[in-house]
């Protein structure tokens, strides 16, 4: 241990108490800056997780069609994005969904391709009678794109698969029409009807897929919506879910009269909730690691004050304006290394013992405990903003200790 360190330490047990209660509040700040990021990383994770194991992270789907305007501003080499895709015409669906599966095929990115048909329809069950949607799949590309089979809460998916009359009835449709597997039901969409049997019930922790979707399969949804061609849209599952905006701008010119939408697009709200939450929770925690800087502060202020003549002799036995600064920044240092080592101990025992909370949702996704996410960057990020509002607020006083001038100070004690 330096000199210097020698001397900080002594002057740090000076001032025990004050110092024990910004290490505190340097250790609570970090502490629960970890936590704050560990659950709202925690939930936006956990919604991203459902989203893919029930939307995928591409969708395929509505064929445009450029109009004379649009050819004409792309042709005068614009950017403007935005002014190109309202000029442009939508015809909702694919129309030959067959030719894309067999392009997106040859693609390495891409792990899974499911084709879907989905219309409005109305189940009845017990003469209760709900709006719902008829949703077409072929089950085993469905499962491939989708974790479908995690999602079954009753019932069989085999004996869904056997079935060619089966469906699959969301968790909150089938609470509110009182429909158990086994039980018979009726579709009914465009004046067509469809006698089926309900194979089993899924939950996806989405209110508004589980309050709504029939699964059934593909051929009994063409006869239901009276749709023998085309799909409504295609799903597709590529290997690293994060960089599909830049997969989907690379589909996009193969495939020219298609619209590919990422899943970072379509939950743009949502993504941008959760990052306001983790930027708001931060801010709100770090006040915590401020106010103990401040009494760092305080405390440094009075201890310059106290350790005048002793600072005079420390200069006058040869220590420089920069050994004395160094003095005092060691002595925050100290605190800091200290509350930051505790506060990362702390953040990771209340971060597990938060993950164990009971705690029921049901909305944007389904839990019945509180999510976190244990992510290493929480913890550099807290000790990085605790070292330099601290450090900060700990220069200040060792600048104006090194500017005590020996000969000042012995003139003032002499007279």
């Known amino acids: 241990m330096t000199t210097n360190c020698q001397i900080a330490l002594r002057f740090l047990l000076h001032k025990k108490r004050a110092m024990l209660m910004t290490l505190g509040g340097i250790t609570f700040g ?42 004409t501003l792309a042709a005068t080499g614009t950017h403007d994005a935005v002014r190109v895709e309202t000029l442009r015409r939508y015809v909702e669906g694919v129309e030959y969904p067959g030719r894309i599966k067999a392009l997106l095929a040859g693609i390495p990115e891409v792990t899974g391709v499911a084709e879907v048909l989905r219309g409005n329809a109305a189940f009845v069950s017990d003469f209760r009678r709900w709006d719902a949607q008829a949703f077409g799949i072929n089950l085993r590309e469905f499962r491939r794109v989708t974790n479908l089979d995690g999602q079954i809460i009753a019932g069989m998916l085999s004996d869904f698969e056997k079935a060619p009359n089966g469906v699959l009835v969301g968790s909150v449709l089938a609470q509110r029409t009182n429909v158990r597997p086994g039980d ?12 089926c049997v309900v194979s089993g019930i899924f939950e996806t922790g989405i209110g508004d897929i ?26 597709v599952s590529v290997a ?49 690691i401020v106010v103990s800087a401040l009494g760092m502060f305080n405390t440094l202020a009075m201890l310059v004050i106290e350790k005048t003549k002793e600072i005079a002799i420390l200069r006058s036995c ?26 990362c101990a702390l953040g990771a025992l209340l971060t597990w013992a938060t993950g164990r909370i009971p705690l029921r949702i049901r909305g944007i996704f389904s839990t019945d405990h509180f999510i976190v996410n244990w992510d290493g960057t929480h913890y550099v990020a807290a000790v990085l903003t605790a070292v330099v509002v601290v450090s900060i607020a700990s220069y200040f006083p060792a600048r104006r200790a090194s500017r005590i001038e020996p000969g000042e100070i012995i003139r003032g004690a002499s007279s």
Request: charged share 15%.
């Open 30 to 71: 970090v502490a629960f800056f970890i936590l704050a990021q560990a659950q709202t990383s925690g939930f936006e994770q956990f919604f991203i997780r459902t989203l893919l194991a029930t939307d995928s992270a591409l969708r395929i789907s509505d064929r445009f069609q450029e109009t004379v305007a649009s050819r």
């Open 184 to 195: 018979v039901a009726t579709l009914t969409s465009a004046g067509s009807t469809q006698r």
């Open 210 to 235: 589980d309050k709504a979707r029939v699964i059934m399969h593909l051929p009994a949804a063409r006869s239901l919506l009276a749709r023998p061609f085309g799909a409504s849209y295609l799903q």
């Open 240 to 288: 690293d879910p994060g960089r599909a905006p830049a997969i989907a701008e690379r589909l996009q010119s193969p495939l020219l009269n298609h619209a590919v939408s990422p899943w970072q697009r379509r939950e743009k709200m949502w993504l941008e909730v959760f990052r306001f939450l983790q930027y708001s929770s931060a801010i709100t925690v770090t006040t915590i």
């Open 318 to 343: 040869g220590f420089s304006k920069g050994d004395v600064t160094r003095i005092f920044l060691w002595l925050g240092w100290m605190v800091i290394m200290a509350g930051a080592g505790l506060g």
